[in-house]
């Protein structure tokens, strides 16, 4: 028996053929390969399609072509929907210290702060263990990071005053935040809902969360003057692509670029 989704997924193939065939008013079978592109051209230059609904319209098509008329044409190869790129939810500071004001779980607001001093990932502040902390060097080692990589970042001296105060209360063993039981990190569950709902708390109506922070942490560090090359660094980039979304153009970065553009051209 055939799946639901299989029999959705089949179902908007046989809608991408109509829709091929409403845009001409004639039978598919007796389109060209170049108006085939043209139509896909008008998808996505003068209808803005998705590139979810490009990609439908591409395999619905492609199936009747390839499959059932049994046409190779290039054409179908070159359509490539473009993944739209999404700008991230950037807090403010200050939008940062009263959503962690308003959490009282004494293991989920050091772990927040951490994910926001540091930089990181939901799960690489989860798995941070109490030997991750090199308060010698200030720097905090990031384990097994996405790609399996290892790599160090900064450690803030007020984040090293957060964790003090959190070690001399609760005194962690292996995990540096651990759950109730003490033998397993903190949950993502429980670090999720909490920061939802101190979020909701505090009447801030961005649609932010636990990643947030990290993006809020890169914009930060350049909005200070970091380069992008030492933020991919810190966050554990592969490729200077991911870490230049980071260059949007938040109220401080348009402000400073202004004042420089104006410094710059006013001799003009």
Same mark, same amino acid.
Not at 76 to 101: G, S
């Given at each position: ?23 001409y008013g004639r039978s598919p079978e007796k389109l060209s390969e170049e108006e085939v592109r043209q139509f896909f051209l008008h998808l996505i230059t003068h209808r803005r399609a ?7 319209? /591409?395999?619905?098509?492609?199936? %009747?072509? #390839? ?11 070159? +359509? &490539? =929907?473009?993944?739209?790129?999404? /700008?991230?939810?950037?807090?403010? %500071?200050? #939008? ?11 293991? +989920? &607001? =050091?772990?927040?702060?951490a994910i926001y001093s540091c930089g990181l990932r939901l799960s690489e502040g989860t798995l941070l263990q109490v030997t991750d902390i090199d308060s010698a060097r200030m720097l905090v080692r ?127």
């Amino acid at each position: 028996m055939r799946s639901a989704s299989a029999g959705r997924r089949a179902k908007s193939y046989v809608d991408s053929v109509r829709g091929l065939a409403r845009y001409y008013g004639r039978s598919p079978e007796k389109l060209s390969e170049e108006e085939v592109r043209q139509f896909f051209l008008h998808l996505i230059t003068h209808r803005r399609a998705s590139s979810s609904t490009v990609r439908v319209y /591409l395999c619905g098509i492609r199936l %009747l072509y #390839e499959t059932t008329l049994k046409r190779e044409w290039r054409v179908l190869d070159m +359509v &490539r =929907p473009q993944a739209r790129v999404k /700008l991230p939810v950037v807090l403010t %500071l200050d #939008e940062i210290r009263q959503v962690l004001a308003l959490i009282r779980h004494p293991v +989920v &607001r =050091p772990c927040l702060s951490a994910i926001y001093s540091c930089g990181l990932r939901l799960s690489e502040g989860t798995l941070l263990q109490v030997t991750d902390i090199d308060s010698a060097r200030m720097l905090v080692r990031i384990r097994n990071g996405k790609g399996g990589r290892d790599r160090y970042v900064p450690l803030p001296e007020r984040l090293l005053e957060i964790m003090r105060s959190y070690w001399s209360g609760h005194r962690p063993g292996l995990w540096l935040f651990p759950d109730r039981s003490g033998e397993r990190p903190v949950s993502h569950c429980t670090m999720q809902k909490t920061f939802t709902a101190a979020l909701r708390q505090s009447g801030i109506t961005k649609h932010a969360s636990i990643h947030t922070l990290r993006h809020s942490y890169a914009t930060h560090l350049l909005e200070h003057g970091v380069s992008l090359r030492v933020i991919q660094d810190i966050l554990g980039h592969q490729s200077p692509q991911t870490t230049a979304i980071y260059t949007h153009m938040t109220p401080t970065i348009s402000s400073a670029l202004a004042t420089t553009v104006n410094r710059i051209m006013a001799a003009l």
